[in-house]
């Protein structure tokens, strides 16, 4: 009888993919990954590296489980290699008596979730974060002690060193072009024409949608989203937090439960903000250099990737940074776009294209922070 060479086959080395190899490596299964970049350069490598556990998802929803998870994974790692997993304090800035007051709302709620916040009145904001003008509107501030970071041009990077020593397989450079299931396994089959075998497949492809089943990607409705970031030079103030602004607390899903949300929602989603769903994240990475964005653009799969930037959005994120939040941020040194797939109504994108072979994608823009615990479960209930 004919046996695979691996137990698993991944395809794509972002953070779904490389958290999959390295959990299932764990558990004893022979694995093989295959990257079609010199290495990680989607959403995994052009993300902030915040780590949300508390906000990205409901207090109450199965997400924040996969973010408890998700932490569990970075620390366990973090205590034998460094991947950059670090706590960072996550600080939630308002501008508005509507933001104050969803601020307010979430503080009493917290406890009953266990998730550990305290609330800054506008002059204890100013005296902790002092580097903020006082001359702005700002009207105070939550702090999140369940924040996180990761160096996006590190964290890749040193999962994928990880995995490596785990015994994982790991082939750049590789792009896969076919897989089929026939007589008991999955094939795979590489550009270079390279064959290979499994009893399963994973193929956690970020946005790629073109090189494997398009067809089935396109008819499940996959939106692909287009976010505008920037970088600047190293400002010389260490901003001691992630920076989230009045108009995440509008966009982020965790304040859903607090009774004024949706007057907020109406309040702040109207103009640019709502046309091109912009909120104003601040992450200073380990050289000083603020990563700065967002935007959000929306559009059907087989269009084209939208390749340029929209100078408004730029300008409008700067003039918020000053006006709004009161901090005069240093030069721009370069922008870039990054892009990650997501559904209308659903949090994942999870099928069994044939048997044994599993996509696994469209996890938006909450993959940094609950892609490992997902991808657990995952394991648990395709793999293992
Ligand atoms: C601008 C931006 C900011 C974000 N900020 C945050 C944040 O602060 N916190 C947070 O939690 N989340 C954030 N996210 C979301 C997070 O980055 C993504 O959810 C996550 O990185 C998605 O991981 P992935 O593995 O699905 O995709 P990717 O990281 O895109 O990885 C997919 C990989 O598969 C490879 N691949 C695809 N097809 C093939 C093939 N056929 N053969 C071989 N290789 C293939 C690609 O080359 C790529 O390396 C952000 C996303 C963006 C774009």
Not at 244 to 263: K, M, N, T, V, W
């Amino acid at each position: 009888m004919n046996t695979a060479q691996f137990d698993l086959i991944i395809v794509g080395a972002g953070i779904l993919g490389l958290s999959a190899a390295i959990q299932a490596a764990e558990q004893g299964l022979k694995v093989q990954v295959f990257e079609k970049y010199a290495q990680p350069i989607g959403a995994t490598r052009r993300n902030f590296g915040m780590v949300g556990t508390s906000t990205l998802s409901r207090p109450n929803a199965k997400w924040r489980e996969y973010a408890l998870a998700t932490r569990e994974f970075y620390q366990r790692i973090q205590a034998q290699a460094d991947i950059s997993f670090q706590q960072r304090n996550g600080l939630y800035l308002a501008n508005t008596e509507l933001e104050w007051l969803v601020l307010n709302e979430f503080a009493q709620a917290a406890a009953d979730y266990q998730i550990p916040v305290s609330l800054l009145s506008k002059q204890q904001l100013f005296d902790q974060y002092a580097y903020l003008n006082p001359e702005t509107a700002l009207r105070g501030a939550m702090v999140f002690h369940e924040d996180y970071s990761v160096e996006p041009h590190l964290v890749g990077l040193r999962l994928l060193q990880y995995a490596e020593k785990l015994g994982v397989q790991i082939y750049c450079n590789a792009s896969v072009v076919l897989t089929q299931f026939n007589q008991g396994m999955a094939h795979i089959r590489l550009a270079s024409g390279q064959t290979f075998t499994a009893n399963k497949v994973m193929i956690c492809h970020g946005e790629e949608t073109q090189l494997l089943y398009p067809e089935l990607l396109q008819q499940k409705g996959l939106l692909r989203c287009t976010l505008q970031m920037a970088l600047t030079k190293p400002l010389k103030v260490n901003l001691k937090a992630s920076i989230y602004s009045g108009l995440s607390i509008s966009r982020y899903p965790a304040f859903e439960i607090c009774p004024s949300h949706q007057d907020l929602r109406n309040e702040s989603q109207i103009g640019l903000v709502e046309k091109y769903g912009i909120h104003i994240l601040i992450k200073q990475n380990e050289f000083g250099q603020i990563i700065l964005g967002d935007s959000h653009e929306y559009y059907p799969i087989e269009d084209i990737p939208q390749f340029n930037q929209r100078e408004e959005i730029n300008q409008f994120i700067l003039q918020y940074c000053k006006e709004n939040i009161g901090l005069e941020l240093p030069e721009i040194e370069s922008r870039w776009n990054g892009y990650y797939l997501t559904h209308p109504t659903e949090l994942a994108c999870v099928m069994e294209a044939e048997t044994n072979i599993f996509l696994v994608s469209a996890i938006a823009g909450k993959g940094m922070t609950t892609g490992a615990g997902f991808m657990k479960e995952m394991l648990e209930n395709y793999i293992l």
